[in-house]
């Protein structure tokens, strides 16, 4: 894939691939924001473009084939270890081993931190994440916890 035609995306793709969060290769990228939560939703935005993530892959395979660790050498790494683990009885080390393989297989759903905010109390940078956010969820489809009052 040829280098993306907008400059900063280009520089948020090479960032990301390097290893740094979507925040931080978003404000790298030369994007300026208010908040660090309008950073957070603006990167993971461009993230998902299907153009910027395919350039994301393509820039972190290289990384990874010239420094010759690749998926596959880390998981062979990780299941070598927790056997060895489970062998010398260390089941906390072999348990630590079988989360980190279970994670990269997809066998657990991640927890997601809910974060309720008054929209008086949003910037308009913050409105606008908010409402490109495809998982917003309105506030009458949360059921509230037993005993909850207002």
């Known amino acids: ?25 978003y404000l790298q990228a030369g ?3 208010k ?3 309008a950073a957070d ?7 998902a473009q299907p153009a ?8 972190a395979a290289a990384v990874a084939d010239r420094s010759e660790i690749t998926r596959a050498w880390v998981v062979e790494k990780v299941r070598g270890l927790a056997l060895k683990a489970e062998a010398l009885d260390q089941y906390s080390v072999a348990k630590a081993c079988y989360e980190l393989l279970g994670r990269e297989v997809g066998a657990f759903t991640e ?4 974060t309720v905010r ?6 308009d940078h913050e409105l606008e994440a908010m409402l490109a956010d495809d998982e917003l969820v309105a ?4 059921e509230a916890p037993e005993g909850y009052t207002h």
């Open 41 to 47: 939703a603006s990167g993971a935005r461009l993230a």
């Open 139 to 142: 506030a009458d489809q949360i």
């Open 52 to 59: 910027v993530r395919a350039r994301i892959e393509e820039l």
């Open 35 to 37: 908040t660090d939560a």
């Open 1 to 25: 894939m040829p280098v993306l035609k907008n400059s900063r995306h280009e520089r948020f793709a090479r960032f990301l691939a390097k290893g740094l969060s979507q925040r931080q290769a």
């Open 31 to 33: 994007y300026e924001t």
């Open 118 to 123: 008054r929209l008086a109390d949003m910037d």
């Open 111 to 114: 927890h997601r931190k809910l």
